[in-house]
Nanobody, 125 residues
Framework: QVQLVESGGGLVQAGGSLRLSCAAS????????VGWFRQAPGEEREFVAA????????HYADSVKGRFTISRDNAKNIVYLQMNSLKPDDTAVYYC??????????????????WGQGTQVTVSS
């Protein structure tokens, strides 16, 4: 398994942007699928985006399509989540997660074995 550390969260006004980073340890991270999930208070953890090791296969939740972009730099062992046009409903703790290989169940938290500690994103109206 790899160790994951998220950063880049903060407080932003509606309509603003943030870029989250997920830094990973481990030489084989480039072979892992990485997902971003979020969890608001009192809510279940929900899927946001996922990217396969090659960067070619990408998935987004409908709620963030057209606003969020996931990308990865395998040379640096970092996955990014660029978030634009943020809304108050995007407020949550954002987690990155990873696992070897690829599954069609990429939107399920149970598909990922390694998780970061999370970073808080707060969008004010």
């Amino acid at each position: 398994q790899v160790q994951l550390v998220e950063s880049g969260g903060g407080l932003v006004q509606a309509g603003g942007s943030l870029r989250l980073s997920c830094a990973a340890s481990g030489r084989t991270f480039s072979m892992y699928t990485v997902g971003w999930f979020r969890q608001a208070p009192g809510e279940e953890r929900e899927f946001v985006a996922a990217i396969r090791w090659s960067g070619v296969t990408i998935h987004y939740a409908d709620s963030v399509k057209g606003r969020f972009t996931i990308s990865r730099d395998n040379a640096k062992n970092i996955v990014y989540l660029q978030m634009n046009s943020l809304k108050p409903d995007d407020t949550a703790v954002y987690y990155c997660a990873s696992d070897r290989g690829y599954t069609s169940a990429y939107a399920a938290p149970s598909s990922f074995g390694s998780w970061g500690q999370g970073t808080q994103v707060t969008v004010s109206s």
